[in-house]
């Protein structure tokens, strides 16, 4: 079951709105969802919420504020002190091999790049943690990525990135009763396509009418 949930992005308002934010927006939508506020913790580098559940291991809520290249600073200290299992990680980023308004939850693999990961990854001595990759797009351009992410996404492609989280926050009661299989499902689950427009049917001889006169050769069309 996950038990540390950690949002990644860079602190400060000049950060607030970008695109390499994606993680906190995601556990803002989460804490709210809680009834819960994440408030600084200084031995943790971080903003941070704990949720007390009855019968149940406590549950955290994180951001780091070590901005994004140094994110294992945060995560680390909070998940040694409290005894949280790497597998009992789940780091919420943004993607750019993802297209805005698609979620992708996974269980370990590479950090792809990502300096927020590396950086947990290195933290933790493991990438064995698991990840909700949340798509921001590509700018199409290896050079213009790191411009890209810190610049503030286009008001279609915040509203598709917004559908997204609200769509994989479905998946927390199942990934707080470690029941992944279930959550992935919740996750990825694409909306329904719209059905396609009914035919009208042909209209119908009224029974004992006279079969409909054909036209004549030579008559007008």
Do not use: C
Request: proline fraction near 11%; charged fraction near 20%; charge should be neutral.
């Amino acid at each position: 079951m996950i038990r540390l949930f950690v949002g990644l992005g860079n602190p400060g308002p000049d950060y607030e709105a970008t695109r390499h934010n994606a993680g906190f927006w995601w556990t803002d939508a989460l804490a709210e969802g809680l009834g819960v506020r994440l408030v600084p913790e200084r031995a943790y580098q971080g903003l941070a919420a704990r949720v007390n559940r009855p019968g149940a291991e406590p549950v955290w809520l994180l951001q780091p504020m070590t901005f994004m290249n140094r994110s294992g600073a945060s995560v680390a200290p909070l998940a040694r002190f409290f005894k949280i299992q790497p597998s009992e990680i789940l780091v919420v980023h943004d993607e750019l091999d993802l297209l805005p308004g698609q979620a992708k939850l996974k269980f370990g693999g590479s950090a792809a790049g990502h300096n927020g990961l590396k950086d947990i990854h290195g933290m933790l001595g493991t990438l064995d943690f698991w990840r909700l990759r949340l798509g921001i797009g590509h700018p199409g351009v290896k050079a213009e990525v790191v411009n890209y992410v810190l610049k503030k996404p286009s008001a279609d492609h915040r509203e598709a990135i917004s559908k997204a989280i609200d769509q994989s926050l479905k998946a927390v009661d199942a990934l707080l009763a470690g029941e992944m299989d279930r959550a992935l499902a919740l996750i990825h689950a694409q909306p329904p396509r719209p059905k396609p427009p009914r035919q009208p049917r042909p209209p119908q001889e009224a029974p004992g009418a006279p079969p409909l006169p054909t036209p004549e050769e030579g008559d007008a069309p």
